[in-house]
């Protein structure tokens, strides 16, 4: 079997092609608000700080620690996260592209790839962006490259095994794309031994650096995992979720949708490609039981990536490929906001509505944070929360609560703490149940803040905090995240977080309904004025044996009844959509909360409550 590394001729042919990808790469060019997440850890390492995001709490925020290398050192050389941002992920799709288009595709098939990615809205967006595609992408074509020119000698594996040990440190979920790769090439190799040192090598950056978090972080896994993963939600909600991550994001780029779907079922065909096709379900599937994200087409990237370069070794004819191209390219410039339509308009366009939770997050964030944004004596991103985190917090405190925490904590004074509602930066709100929501949005699962935490904060006196588990729960944290590095006490905290101990205590009910407005029955009137209500509902207390009530929710939705007796729930009955639902309380019961069960695409309802 041929080699797939083209001559040197052949290659330098390709390069046109790299070109004009990486050209429409720099035209739609952004960085987003989590990329300055990264940035601003990138920014106390340099001043010595540390690899915090909060000065002297040793939290791990971030997800990439391969791309934080990278960015942090371009950042200590240019200056301007902006900037640097940019830079890298231009520079690093650049080489991917090279070593994909000029090195591993066949000469018939590269312009079909080339133009395949140059109408992929996600290829495109999140080739810059800040966040860790662009070398994910690049490790995915080195394991590519190697498993192609290599496996059918048996030399692959060792090689391939540890790229798929490097993919871990671009994402944790990453490896699952190259599994199929090091498998196959394990598979070949079997003969030749040395399969327990491939993997020994493919686990070393693994190992390497979960000792690293270990010690220095006291987590095996980042926070912002037990943020977005560990929050308890049902399963099926899940999935459902992921569903509709995968619809909404082929909706909005059908380029991305059709080759991705082609591209699976062309590489099953053929026996060399298979684990292309393998290593880009196996993340599908993944993606689907996370529920996705809240950037659409953000997890799509790599995946479409792997099955292109898969594809690109295709003996193509030429009129075969030309109509390709011209499919593509119609499909690409005829679906919503084509990559290669992308001009100083984009800047004054209206972004489209989130759905389900999910946004073009590029076209959200262009009119702040895109090369089209830039005039000449300007500093990006131009945005207002990158003012609020210039002034400070209100009170003049250095605690603000902000959840959006990327421009804010990066423009903010490097002693101001940030508090986000999402969790991504807060080990204590990490492990709390999230707040309620019938329709959540993945990525952003909004956490209650318990009463005195802000205040522990701020004074460090834990003592503030009113709920004593949560109390145990911030000390030990504070142990493990500021306390010196071998302490005995420390040790002892981590293992107590890591076995769940500390949050066995915790009430999740009351801070799953912690947004629950509460309501005295002896207030009730035949006037009462309507109250509103989010997807924690209303929980009415004092209710008198045999009380009637009518409840009058707008818009109507069903929901269920939680009747209550010593504030424990006794038994349950769901009511469907009414514009007046009467409720009586039984004898015995003292107390009722009403859980909406839509919330009929609204942030609250208004419910009316009469004698």
């Known amino acids: ?19 004009l990808v990486t050209l429409v790469v720099i035209q739609n060019a952004w960085v987003c608000d989590d990329a300055f997440i990264t940035l601003r850890v990138a920014d106390h390492a340099w001043a010595g700080r540390g690899l915090v995001f909060n000065e002297g709490w040793r939290v791990q925020v971030y997800t990439h620690p391969a791309w934080l290398a990278v960015l ?7 200056g301007s996260g902006f900037l640097a941002a940019v830079a890298c992920g231009v520079v690093t799709s650049a080489a991917a592209l090279w070593l994909g288009l000029a090195r591993i595709a066949r000469a018939g098939a590269v312009g079909l790839a080339a133009v395949a990615l140059l109408g992929s809205r996600a290829f495109v967006d999140y080739s810059t962006s800040g966040l ?9 074509a080195m394991a590519v490259w190697v498993y192609l020119g290599e496996v059918h000698r048996g030399r692959a594996f060792v090689r391939i095994a540890v790229l798929t040990g490097l993919a871990f440190l671009c994402r944790p979920d990453a490896p699952l794309l190259l599994v199929p790769l090091s498998l196959a090439a394990g598979w070949q190799a079997r003969r030749r031994g040395g399969s327990v040192r491939a993997l020994g090598l ?10 690293f978090s270990l010690v220095y972080y006291g987590a095996l896994v980042p926070n912002t995992a037990l943020a977005k993963l560990g929050a308890g939600l049902p399963a099926g909600d899940v999935w459902i979720q992921g569903g ?49 994200d809240f950037m659409a087409g953000r997890f799509l990237t790599a995946p479409l990536w792997l099955v292109v370069l898969g594809c690109s070794r295709w003996r193509m004819r030429p009129r075969g490929s030309r109509l390709g191209c011209i499919g593509l390219l119609v499909l690409g410039l005829l679906g919503p906001r084509s990559p290669l339509a992308t001009g100083p308009a984009s800047v004054h366009a209206e972004p489209p509505r989130p759905r389900h939770g999910i946004a073009d997050e590029r076209a959200h964030y262009a009119a702040a944070a895109s090369l089209w944004a830039w005039a000449p004596g300007t500093s990006l991103p131009r945005h207002r929360w990158r003012e609020l ?7 003049g405190s250095r605690v603000a609560v902000f959840s959006t925490m990327g421009y804010y904590g990066f423009f903010a004074d490097p002693s101001i703490h940030v508090v986000d509602g999402f969790a991504l930066g807060d080990p204590l709100l990490a492990r709390l149940p999230t707040l309620r929501r019938i329709h959540f949005r993945p990525g952003h699962l909004s956490r209650p803040l318990p009463e005195g935490y802000v205040d522990a904060l701020r004074s460090g006196d834990a003592s503030s905090i009113e709920d004593p588990a949560v109390r145990e729960l911030f000390e030990a944290l504070r142990l493990v995240h500021r306390g010196p590095l071998w302490s005995r006490e420390r040790w002892a905290a981590i293992a107590a977080l890591h076995t769940g101990a500390l949050t066995e205590a915790i009430d999740r009910e009351h801070y799953a309904f912690f947004e629950v407005v509460r309501l005295r029955a002896r207030r009730v009137g035949r006037r009462t004025k309507p109250l509103r209500i989010r997807d924690a509902g209303l929980r009415i207390e004092g209710l008198d044996a045999a009380q009637t009530l009518e409840l009058g929710l707008e818009p109507p939705v069903d929901v269920e009844l939680r009747w209550l007796a010593g504030g424990e729930t006794v038994s349950t009955e769901v009511r469907a959509a009414a514009e007046r639902m009467p409720v009586t309380a039984a004898p015995g019961i003292d107390g009722l909360h009403v859980v909406p069960l839509d919330m009929a695409g609204r942030r609250s309802l208004s419910i009316a409550v009469r004698r």
């Open 1 to 19: 079997m041929p080699s797939s590394r083209p001559r040197s001729g052949a290659a330098l042919a390709r390069w046109p092609w790299v070109v």
């Open 72 to 78: 942090a050192v371009v950042y200590g050389g240019l």
């Open 132 to 140: 860790e595609n662009p070398l994910t992408h690049l490790v995915v």
């Open 202 to 211: 493919g686990m070393l950056p693994v190992l390497a650096w979960e000792s």
């Open 244 to 292: 509709r991550y995968l619809i909404e994001s082929a909706t909005g780029d059908p380029v991305t949708a059709v080759v991705l779907t082609g591209g699976i079922l062309g590489c099953g065909l053929r026996r060399l490609t298979r684990p292309l096709a393998a290593g880009a379900v196996l993340y599908l599937l993944y993606v689907l039981s996370i529920g996705g």
């Open 389 to 395: 985190g210039e002034a400070g917090p209100d009170d």
